[in-house]
């Protein structure tokens, strides 16, 4: 009896399956859609892209792009019927016109996991309803007392837009009360959120993958180092203890389980002084952490992606040996003495045996916009990071 029912189960699979040769659609044309089209493309995968601006960085390498707003429902509506499932590779996405589309195709993650990951409040408050840890918060509408709520979550804290936001945009840290009168002018209006500031360890970063027959997969936990709210260095596996990073695997699966997740979610979280996890942010798609799997991994984050939302078998996300992804930024153009743009020597990274140079095709560098990345690999975490410092100092020296 169980031989006939794990045989149906491998035909409802099958039946389910988006097979190579089908096209897969893509919201959003930065690098991530970029990153996720040549993955889709090496399985046999076509790939459309919907972008608002013209000549962003997948549409060099899609097989075709759509080049409308997203709330140009008619368009959106074309390159959805073209699509045999839609992802989205960043979820600033608006999602009411994604309603109309989503009985036109196959839309994953679906709507409600967007809706709930792009504004800050409603993932808050989600995470606090589940009972998954979270940074204790507050929310603050648009005409209520900002300088009130905060005293209440104490100081320091940190303050948000309810809204959108990435990459430290859309915050202030509050730590005064001077500092508490800026964020007041700063977020005038603005519906917010203010959290609590925690003193943590380290954060870190699991990014799990899901697919519609409830098969997960997790990549080895992250250790992030943030300057000026950018992430700057990831290292693989992370430095914490067995037990944290069961703990924060376990937690990244239960969270993908609950959301009903079909596709990819990173979990940002902190470790906090005392050994806790506390989750920070959620980002159902692939993430800046997870670039280290394009040469330290077994599978890349970009190809379990496709795997996922295709319902096709995840692939081991496991490891191969130790990593450290640098993320390189327009900064890397500019002297910082004169401000000109001067070209970083590439050759600094691409003559390191066991270095990989990604760039991203972004036309205009720009201070702390992503350009591209470089991973370094090694037989230790140790020697791996301090490799990558080597190499991004030297980038950025040629700049001076």
């Not at 959106?76 to 499932?85: E, P, Q, V």
């Not at 839309?107 to 808050?124: F, T, W, Y």
């Not at 840890?133 to 005409?143: D, Q, R, S």
């Not at 992370?238 to 993908?256: Q, T």
Request: glycine residues 8%; charged residues 25%.
């Amino acid at each position: 009896m169980e031989g006939l029912l794990a045989s149906k189960r491998l035909v409802q699979l099958a039946v389910s399956m988006i097979l190579p040769g089908s096209t897969l659609g893509v919201l959003g044309g930065g690098q991530l859609g970029r990153m996720f089209a040549q993955a889709a493309q090496s399985l046999g995968y076509r790939v459309h892209i919907f972008e608002p601006a013209a000549d962003c960085p997948a549409s060099a390498v899609a097989n075709r792009t759509f080049t409308a707003e997203y709330q140009q429902v008619e368009e959106l509506s074309l390159f959805a019927k073209s699509c045999a499932a839609v992802t989205y590779e960043f979820e600033n996405v608006p999602v009411e016109p994604l309603w109309k589309i989503e009985s036109l195709t196959r839309l994953l993650p679906h709507s409600g996991v967007l809706e709930i990951c792009q504004n800050r409040l409603r993932e808050k408050t989600w995470l606090k309803k589940s009972g998954f840890p979270h940074v204790p918060f507050a929310e603050v509408e648009a005409h209520e007392d900002l300088a009130a709520a905060a005293r209440r979550v104490g100081l320091p804290c940190v303050v948000k837009t309810a809204d959108f936001g990435y990459d430290g945009k859309g915050q202030k840290k509050v730590t005064d009360d001077a500092s508490l009168a800026a964020a007041v002018t700063a977020f005038q209006g603005v519906r917010a959120v203010i959290e609590r500031f925690i003193d943590f360890k380290c954060e870190l970063s699991v990014i799990v993958a899901r697919n519609e027959a409830g098969e997960s997969r997790v990549f080895p936990i992250a250790e992030n180092i943030h300057t000026k709210h950018i992430l700057d260095f990831s290292i693989v596996p992370a430095r914490v203890s067995a037990a944290v990073a069961r703990e924060a695997e376990a937690l990244a699966v239960a969270i993908a389980e609950r959301i009903g997740l079909v596709g990819l979610l990173a979990v940002e979280l902190f470790l906090t002084d005392r050994g806790e996890l506390l989750v920070n942010e959620l980002a159902p798609r692939p993430h800046n952490s997870g670039h280290w799997s394009l040469d330290g991994g077994r599978t890349s984050q970009f190809e379990q992606h496709v795997r996922a939302i295709c319902g096709l078998p995840l692939g081991d996300p496991s490891v191969r040996e130790p990593s450290v992804m640098v993320n390189i930024l327009g900064d890397a153009w500019i002297n910082p003495a004169t401000g000109q743009e001067t070209a970083p020597d590439w050759g600094a990274v691409l003559s390191y045996p066991r270095a990989k140079l990604h760039l991203y095709g972004k036309k205009e560098p720009r201070v702390g916009r992503k350009m591209g990345h470089f991973t370094v690999t090694a037989d230790s975490v140790e020697g791996a990071l301090e490799t990558a410092r080597v190499l991004k100092e030297k980038l950025r020296r040629a700049s001076s």
